[in-house]
Nanobody, 125 residues
């Protein structure tokens, strides 16, 4: 079992930046592929970004491409989501998720085996 913990959410004005972090308690994230998803009120959970275990490959939703960057520091057992040029439509609860193969940079929620509790990101206009 992998328990994921997100942090770094908060309230920011449009155009601002936030960096989210995802860590795993008691287990290493080093061999897992990790994705970020978000869910706004009344909407389905949607893919944001994903990264392979090695960090060598990444994948982004079109809506965040060029503004968000996913990265990982396996020595710190942490995956990051740097979010720049934030827009009000980025407001959502952001979740990190891990998948066992480590190789996938999957976009579907069913591809992931473990999920964090989420962190709220609110972007004001």
């Amino acid at each position: 079992q992998v328990q994921l913990v997100e942090s770094g959410g908060g309230l920011v004005q449009a155009g601002g930046s936030l960096r989210l972090s995802c860590t795993a308690s008691e287990r290493t994230l080093r061999t897992y592929g990790v994705g970020w998803f978000r869910q706004a009120p009344g909407k389905e959970r949607e893919f944001v970004a994903a990264i392979r275990w090695s960090g060598g490959s990444t994948n982004y939703a079109n809506s965040v491409k060029g503004r968000f960057t996913i990265s990982r520091d396996n020595a710190k057992n942490t995956v990051y989501l740097q979010m720049n040029s934030l827009k009000p439509e980025d407001t959502a609860v952001y979740y990190c998720a891990a998948e066992r193969t480590g190789a996938a940079i999957a976009t579907a929620t069913v591809e992931y085996d473990y999920w964090g509790q989420g962190t709220q990101v609110t972007v004001s206009s």
